[in-house]
């Protein structure tokens, strides 16, 4: 079963627009760690905002906010203000607890377009 | 340079072939993770190690043969190509438990299987 998943292939923005890019995830573990990572064309990968599953508080970083929802396991990423350079693929990610292993997984990813 | 490299960066073979794909860091992290990527599936884990001499099956192990003889090292190895193993592979790192967890990603290996 799928236990990170990214419901959007492909979304849309107008520049300097808000956009919220969906992650919904499952694990049993009571501990664990949300991520989102984005990958430009050229292709590295770039870590942007950490949300633990203890965290009280919304992750924040820039212009980059972590919606978590515990309830619904879901860990959506906001992106304020799009800008050009914010057109990329956008990936979800966990890190397990005890009974995964510790091991991270990821989404299928939605790649965000920004238009001028 | 402190890091993490992948080598190969690009690599041609033929069905059949042996092929064995390098990554070392120089963090002394305790984690390491290859994984695949291909067009729909996002990054699909392939083996993932916790520490010199332990690995673990991730979600994609079949076709492949990793080890772990030291902790800055961890190959992975496709010991017979198919055509279906052509993909981009990423290695990663990480220090270890008490950490965010945040990855830290080499560049990626291209491998194409003729």
């Known amino acids: 079963a799928q236990k990170i998943t990214q419901t959007q292939p492909g979304m849309f923005v107008q520049e300097k627009e808000a956009v919220t890019l969906d992650c919904t995830y499952d694990t049993s573990d009571p501990s664990y760690g949300l991520f989102w990572y984005k990958q430009p064309s050229s292709g590295e990968m770039i870590f942007l905002i950490y949300q633990g599953s203890y965290d009280q508080q919304n992750a924040t970083e820039g212009r980059y906010s972590l919606n978590f929802q515990k309830a619904r396991k879901s860990a959506n990423l906001v992106i304020s203000a799009s800008q050009l350079g914010d057109s990329a693929m956008y990936f979800c990610?966990?890190?397990?607890?005890?009974?995964?292993?510790?091991?991270?997984?990821f989404g299928a990813g939605t790649r965000l377009f920004v238009k001028a | 340079d402190a890091g993490i490299t992948q080598s190969p960066r690009y690599k041609i073979t033929e069905t059949g072939r042996q092929v064995t794909l390098m990554c070392h860091q120089t963090w002394s992290h305790s984690y390491m993770f290859w994984y695949r990527q291909d067009l729909g599936h996002g990054l699909r884990l392939i083996y993932y190690s916790a520490a010199a001499d332990i690995t673990d099956k991730g979600e994609v192990p079949d076709g492949y043969v990793v080890s772990r003889s030291k902790t800055e090292n961890f190959p992975l190895t496709l010991e017979s190509a198919t055509r279906s193993q052509t993909s981009v592979y990423f290695c990663?790192?990480?220090?270890?438990?008490?950490?965010?967890?945040?990855?830290?990603f080499g560049e990626g290996s291209r491998l194409t299987v003729l």
């Open positions: 990610a966990m890190r397990e607890g005890r009974t995964g292993g510790f091991k991270t997984i």
């Open positions: 990663a790192s990480r220090p270890g438990l008490a950490d965010t967890g945040e990855l830290f």
